[in-house]
């Protein structure tokens, strides 16, 4: 089975983002179809084989946060045929 995650904290220093990393690892020892996508201009997010991370198109600084950011406009095409070349059976 082919999985593609898209989230948005990829590449954030948070739980959540430090447990898609470690999923992608584990998938990647045990040589299994898991993709996670995200949409950021941070650049400190480990490379690897299964995770893409794109540039947005436009942000705007969070209110209150300003070390986040929120995606305004996407690269939902070039989102769209990354993950289309995956060929998932199960996108989240």
């Avoid at 082919?2 to 898609?20: E, H, K, P, Q, Y």
């Avoid at 997010?45 to 893409?52: E, G, I, K, R, V």
Wanted: charged share 30%; with cysteine; net charge positive.
């Amino acid at each position: 089975m082919r999985l593609c995650l898209i989230t948005d904290t990829l590449c954030d220093a948070n739980g959540v983002s430090r447990f898609i990393q470690d999923i992608a690892a584990q998938a990647r020892q045990k040589e299994k179809a898991f993709y996670a996508f995200s949409v950021t201009r941070k650049k400190h997010c480990q490379s690897a084989d299964n995770l893409y991370i794109l540039k947005p198109r436009f942000t705007i600084k969070m209110p209150f946060y300003h070390d986040l950011d929120l995606v305004i406009v996407p690269p939902a095409w070039r989102l769209f045929k990354e993950i289309r070349r995956k060929r998932p059976d199960l996108i989240h």
